[in-house]
Nanobody
């Protein structure tokens, strides 16, 4: 499984940004996709995840109501729409894939499919 994250950039507080994660896998429809982020000096943290069917999503409390995760199976791409961005959202954002959202959210050490990061910087 290969994942390619893109869409990061420098924005101002209150702006929006959409990240994309393209998945290359023979059986990509069996994977849930998640987004994580890592700020300087901090551990990587879970942000959001979506099941392969798109019927189930989960979010960290810090982004609920501001971020929306979605997927386009035809394009084999998952998206993270980020709105009302805050300086504390500044981080390198990573996408990852595994068999279900529970693993992505609660057992990140077991995830073996990671994309490279994309930098998101929110200025105040």
């Amino acid at each position: 499984v290969q994942l390619q994250a893109s869409g990061g950039g420098l924005v101002q507080a209150g702006d929006s940004l959409r990240l994309s994660c393209t998945i290359s896998a023979r059986d990509f429809r069996t994977y849930a996709v998640g987004w994580f982020r890592q700020a300087p000096g901090k551990d990587r943290e879970f942000v959001a995840a979506i099941s392969y069917s798109g019927g189930s999503t989960t979010y960290d409390d810090s982004v609920k109501g501001r971020f929306i995760i979605s997927g386009d199976t035809a394009k084999k791409t998952a998206y993270l729409r980020m709105s009302s961005l805050k300086p504390e959202d500044t981080a390198v954002y990573y996408c990852a894939a595994d068999y279900d959202c529970d693993i992505l959210e609660h057992l990140p050490s077991m995830i073996s499919n990671w994309g490279q990061g994309t930098q998101v910087t929110v200025s105040s």
